[in-house]
Structures are given as structure tokens and as C-alpha cells.
């Protein structure tokens, strides 16, 4: 078969293969990363949510708590009562006992002018009137008002709740200042991870508290713009080329928005990990199948050639024996052709010795003359006649039939051929043929054909002068024959040696041997159940040993 | 040795002529015919002992001449004579009730001896008859 052929079946089987292999495990595979990472993305998405609910709630009811706390103290004393700085003092004193939030706190009439003031800034804040200040006029106008965070005085980050008090005909302002640092905490237990990031804007996308990544206290943080935000929201966003997750709720009390950034990168690394698992898996797995559909292709392509080479042997056999039988019917017809008229002459010989025996003729001078002539041809016509019935005979033999051989008939029969040639090639045939050799059930027609080939080679392989030993032997031991024909031609190379037997292996020159004939011998005495083998050593010779079963 | 009456049937005139002579000049009753045909008719009007057939011949061959003779007179004894060297043919004729075969060129004496041997046979039968 073409080695390109085998080349491309070769191709087609592993591609068909891996392809019906591949094609599955990666649809599976990229199905259920897919609905991982679905469900995955989804929870983180969902836990972002949640973070940012929860903060937000907390970051409302501080406020709220703040809010509610002075909206107490305000409802509960009269103007005149929180007048009294040392009143307002006692007051401060006890709310900031509780909760350290409060950094100072005032009372505020309604022109603006500071009635009462307690805290670290009392010289500077005490004369200030802030009636035309923006929050002054807010609460005011609303009742409750809640500042951005602004750096003040003391450059500490902190923001004022204000709260008004309508009392009588006359309102007035009580005014907390709130160190922020509360909200920072709170808004940092949100920062999570090693790259997570949280922090609070105003409506203006200014930062309320100090983020860890996202830029100053103050100014715009480097994040995209969440101040429009009105409903709670997850979103993933590529910024500046970074990825990120962004979760952004508004506050209740405050037209603020607490935004809370994480690295999907960082929350998704079990996601990464499952992901460089199924790719691995799915890498081993591809790897495995060509892996093995390069062996199973391989051991199928080895197993197809082995078949082909049977198959050509038999071929061979078939083709062969149809040559011989073909072979066979000719010599037939040829001997049969010769033999009538080598009767007739027979006849005619015989009929002329009849007259010689009458005494008439006997008295002719040259009556001896006539006599031997008369032998001679009855000698020769017996030679003519020999040759004509192994023509016959062999003939015979070529159709395929078990029946009573004798090995050592059928060796000289095959010698008989292979003289002439043999002899003009100046090469000797010995024979040492064991006269107690049994005779054996077997095909004689194919022995001869085995015999045939293997001295032909040996004289092929001597070329000229030299010599074939022929030897039959009865091994009592294990019921055998043996026939070992030796040649002293050039021998046969070690590294040959396990070839010689395969099809198509020749070492005569392209055209003068098919390569078969050893090898056609060989299944010929495996199939008669018998065994060849061959001993060579470069320099000299080969022998060729046939054992057949005897019985 | 008894005279015994020979027909030999052949189509290749000069084997036939040269054989009848030879036969006849060892003291045997012999006829020889070119064909199948002329062996069965000659049966028919003569009596025969022992039939030489040539198993090849033109139009009725030496098998079915066999078989006819052995139907018109299972005594006779035939010796198959053949060229053609098939056992086959051999054989078949022997299981159809030859005495034996020969190939050509065959020895002389050789066929006499086979004719005497069948001879005898054919005395045995009709003794037993």
C-alpha cells in the first residue's frame, strides 16, 4: 500500500478522533464554566448588594441617631435654659460622655448671632453671626440640616447637624459639630480585600470620607461619577483600564451616596481557580485523547498493513498455484502430445526387432547393425519416455491433494530440474538422503514448490561454482523429518536474517524477484505443519532446515 | 498359454497397424479398429476376450466405450490405454470395471503380460458363471 495513502488515512483517523472527542468535552466544559461563573458573578453581585445595604443602614442610623438625639435636647429645654453656657456645658458633657461624636455645640438665635457656644473654638466662633451662611438659611428653612463634611478650623474632618426650634414667636438654632471619624469607620469596615475600596460622596461628587485608594478627603475621587444615584446599584465598570466592581447606594438623610468599590479580580479567584482547573482538566483530557488516538490509530494502521501483506501473500499463493496448475495442464498436454507418436516409434522399433528374430534377415551382413540401431532407439524412446511422465507427474502434482510423499522421491524429482541449470553454473548438488525415512500425508506438489524456491535461491546466491548439500534425516525423538539444504554462497547479514521471510523483502536486483517466494515457502511448510528456519553467517552460506511431522 | 482373442481400439492408425502385427505375430487372435464406434460393433459379431482401449479417442472416447462394452458383455475384460497421463481417467476407468491401464509407449511384453493377466481373469469369471 502507498506510504501516502497510510500518511492521509492516518490523518483522517486521528483527526475524525480527536475532533468527535474534543468537540463534546469542550462544549461540557465551556457549559459548566459558564454556568459557574453565572451563578458565581451573580453572588458576588449579590453580596455587594447586601455590604452596601448594610452599610448604608448603619451610616443612616448614626445620622439618624444624631439627628434624634439633638432634636431631643432641643425639644426639651426652653431657649432661655440653653442660654446658660454653663447649662449648655453640663449638657455637652453628659451627650458626649456617651458617644464621642460631638466636637462642639451652639445656640443660635434666629439673626444669627451665637447666644451660646461650648467647645475648643469658644474665642474665635463665639462672636460669629451666620445669617448669611448657606446652612444657616437650609435649617432655617427645612428644620434639619446635615452638612457635608468640610476640614473647618481645626483641619480635622467633621460636618454640623443643625437642628431649629420654634419657641413661641421666636425660632433659634441648636448647632452640633460631628468629627467624621465615626463615619470613616464605619464606612471602612466596608473596604474589603487587599484592593476593595469604599467611600462616601456628596451630591456633587465630592468625598466625604478619606477612601484608601480613590483619592483625597475632599476633592473628586478616581472613580467614576456615582452622585446621581438614587436607587441601590452593582455594576461592573472598566475605568482607566482597570476593572472593577462598583456598588453605590444613596443615603436616607443625607443627599449622599456611599459607593463601594472591589476588585472582581480578587473576588472572583475561586471563579479564576475553577476556570485554570477546567482548563487544565480539559487540557490533560484533550492531550490524553490524541494521545490516544494517535496509539489507537497507530496499532490500527500497523494491524491494517500487517493485513495487506497477508493478504498480498495469499494473493501471491492464489495467483501462483493458478500459474502452476496452468503450468501443469501444458506439460500435460505437451507429454501427451510426445508420447503417441513415441509409441507409434516404439511400435514400429519393436515390430522391426520382431522381423530381426526371423532367420532370413539374421543372415544379412549387416544384421548387428540393425540390431543395435533397433536397441538404441528402444533406449532412447525409454529415455523420451521418462522425461515425458515426470512432465506428467508433475503436472499432476500441481493440484493441491494430501496424499503419501516421499520426501526423498520428490527432493531427487526437484534436483532433476535444477540440474542443467545447476551445471552450467558449475555447481555441484549433493545429496545425503536418509534411507529409512518414513513416508509422510502430505502435498508433494507444494513441497516440491518450497524445494524449488530454496534451491533456486541457494543458486542464486552462489552465482557460480560452488556447492548445495541436500540432507533428509528421521528424528525418532519427536516423530520429525528434517530436510537442511545448504548452500556456500555469500551468506545472508545478521541484521537480514529477520527479514528474509517477510513479503516484498528481496535482495535481487528490481525485476528478477518478487520478494515472495521465501516467503510463500514459509506459509507453505507452516501450513503442512511443519516448521523453516534459517542459519547463516556472512562468508558461509546459509542453511535452510524444513521440519515436517512424520505421522 | 491359451489363444485368446484381442481387440484393440485405436485412432492412431500407425500404433494400431504396428500393434496388431506384433500381437499377431506372438500367436494372438487380434482385430484392431480405428474407433469406439467399431469396437462395439465388432463385439457384437465376434467374440473377444480382452479389449485394449485408447482412453482418448475421436467421438465415442475410451470411457464411454467401457461403459458400453461392460453393459453389452460384462465378461470382456478392458485395459485402459492412455497417452494422456490422467490418473483421473485411470482410475475412473477402473472403478467402471477396467482390469487396468496403461500409458503409452508402453513395453510391449509389459502389455502382454497385463492382457494374460486379464485373460485369466475373465477364465476365472466364467468359470464361476
Do not use: C
Not at chain 1, 110 to 139: M, R, T
Not at chain 1, 140 to 169: C, Q, T, W
Not at chain 2, 75 to 87: D, Q, Y
Request: aromatic share 8%; charged share 25%.
Amino acid at each position: 500500500m502507498e506510504k501516502a495513502y497510510l500518511k492521509k488515512l492516518w490523518w483522517e483517523i486521528v483527526i475524525t478522533i480527536v475532533i468527535f472527542s474534543i468537540v463534546p468535552l469542550l462544549v461540557l466544559g465551556a457549559v459548566g464554566y459558564r454556568q459557574f461563573s453565572a451563578s458565581y458573578t451573580a453572588k458576588i453581585t449579590e453580596n455587594l448588594k447586601t455590604l452596601a445595604e448594610n452599610r448604608q443602614g448603619a451610616l443612616d442610623l448614626f445620622l439618624e441617631e444624631r439627628v434624634a438625639q439633638l432634636v431631643t435636647l432641643a425639644g426639651t429645654h426652653s431657649l432661655d435654659r440653653l442660654k446658660n453656657e454653663d447649662y449648655l456645658n453640663k449638657v455637652f458633657n453628659i451627650i458626649e460622655s456617651r458617644s464621642r461624636s460631638y466636637m462642639d455645640l451652639g445656640v443660635i438665635d434666629q439673626e444669627g448671632h451665637h447666644l451660646s457656644y461650648v467647645g475648643p473654638y469658644y474665642s474665635i466662633l463665639k462672636g460669629v453671626n451666620y445669617k448669611n451662611e448657606d446652612w444657616f438659611n437650609a435649617v432655617m428653612a427645612s428644620g434639619i440640616y446635615v452638612s457635608d463634611v468640610f476640614l473647618g478650623f481645626r483641619k480635622v474632618p467633621h460636618f454640623i447637624i443643625a437642628v431649629m426650634v420654634r419657641e413661641g414667636n421666636r425660632n433659634w438654632v441648636l448647632r452640633a459639630t460631628i468629627d467624621s471619624d465615626i463615619l470613616e469607620n464605619i464606612v471602612r469596615a466596608a473596604q474589603i480585600g487587599k484592593r476593595g475600596d469604599a467611600f462616601i460622596i456628596n451630591g456633587n461628587n465630592i468625598l466625604q470620607t478619606t477612601p484608601r485608594f480613590s483619592g483625597p478627603l475632599l476633592e473628586h475621587p478616581t472613580t467614576p461619577d456615582f452622585a446621581a444615584t438614587v436607587a441601590p446599584l452593582v455594576e461592573e465598570i472598566t475605568f482607566d483600564g482597570e476593572e472593577s466592581l462598583f456598588g453605590a447606594i444613596p443615603l436616607k438623610i443625607k443627599k449622599w451616596v456611599l459607593v463601594i468599590k472591589e476588585d472582581p479580580t480578587e473576588q472572583l479567584t475561586p471563579l479564576l481557580r475553577a476556570r485554570y482547573l477546567a482548563g487544565g482538566i480539559g487540557l490533560a483530557g484533550i492531550l490524553l485523547i490524541i494521545l490516544g488516538a494517535v496509539f489507537a490509530t497507530r496499532s490500527l494502521m500497523n494491524e491494517l498493513q500487517a493485513m495487506e501483506r497477508k493478504k498480498a501473500v495469499s494473493d501471491d499463493m492464489v495467483v501462483q498455484s493458478s500459474k502452476m496448475a496452468a503450468l501443469g495442464k501444458m506439460a500435460a498436454g505437451i507429454a501427451h502430445g510426445i508420447n503417441n507418436p513415441l509409441a507409434v516409434i516404439g511400435e514400429k522399433a519393436g515390430w522391426i526387432k520382431d522381423l530381426l528374430r526371423k532367420e532370413d534377415v539374421a543372415q544379412s551382413k549387416n544384421f548387428q547393425e540393425f540390431a543395435d540401431a533397433v536397441n538404441k532407439i528402444e533406449f532412447h524412446i525409454n529415455r523420451a519416455k521418462k522425461i515425458t511422465h515426470r512432465l506428467l507427474s508433475f503436472g499432476r502434482r500441481l493440484e493441491p491433494v494430501t496424499e503419501k510423499v516421499h520426501i526423498n522421491r520428490v527432493l531427487d524429482e526437484t534436483i532433476d530440474f535444477l540440474e542443467n541449470e545447476a551445471r552450467y553454473r558449475n555447481i555441484d548438488i549433493q545429496t545425503d538422503l536418509a534411507a529409512d525415512l518414513p513416508t509422510i500425508t502430505s502435498d508433494s506438489s507444494q513441497l516440491q514448490q518450497v524445494f524449488l524456491n530454496i534451491i533456486n535461491n541457494g543458486i542464486d546466491a552462489i552465482g557460480k561454482n560452488g556447492r548445495i548439500t541436500i540432507k533428509t534425516k528421521y528424528i525418532a525423538k519427536n516423530d520429525r523429518l528434517s530436510i537442511e539444504i545448504n548452500d556456500t554462497g555469500p551468506g545472508i547479514p545478521k541484521e537480514l536474517l529477520d527479514k528474509i521471510f517477510d513479503p516484498f523483502f528481496t535482495t535481487k536486483e528490481v525485476g528478477k524477484g518478487t520478494g515472495l517466494g521465501l516467503s510463500i515457502s514459509y506459509s507453505i511448510v507452516e501450513k503442512l505443519g511443519g516448521r523453516m528456519l534459517v542459519a547463516s553467517e556472512e562468508g558461509q552460506g546459509s542453511t535452510f532446515a524444513i521440519y515436517l511431522p512424520a505421522g | 498359454m491359451d489363444k485368446f482373442r484381442v481387440l484393440v481400439a485405436d485412432d492412431e492408425v500407425d500404433f494400431l497397424e504396428t500393434i496388431v502385427k506384433r500381437l499377431q505375430d506372438r500367436n494372438l487372435e487380434v482385430t484392431g479398429v480405428e474407433s469406439g464406434e467399431a469396437a462395439l460393433q465388432l463385439i457384437d459379431s465376434q467374440e473377444v476376450d480382452v479389449v485394449v482401449l485408447d482412453v482418448r479417442m475421436p467421438g465415442l472416447d475410451g470411457i464411454d466405450t467401457l461403459k458400453e462394452i461392460k453393459k453389452k458383455k460384462p465378461l470382456i475384460e478392458v485395459i485402459m490405454l492412455t497417452g494422456h497421463a490422467s490418473v483421473e481417467s485411470g482410475i475412473q476407468g477402473m472403478q467402471l470395471g477396467a482390469f487396468d491401464y496403461v500409458m503409452k509407449p508402453v513395453p510391449l511384453d509389459e502389455l502382454l503380460d497385463k492382457m494374460r493377466q486379464a485373460y485369466e481373469r475373465k477364465l476365472l469369471q466364467e468359470g464361476r458363471i
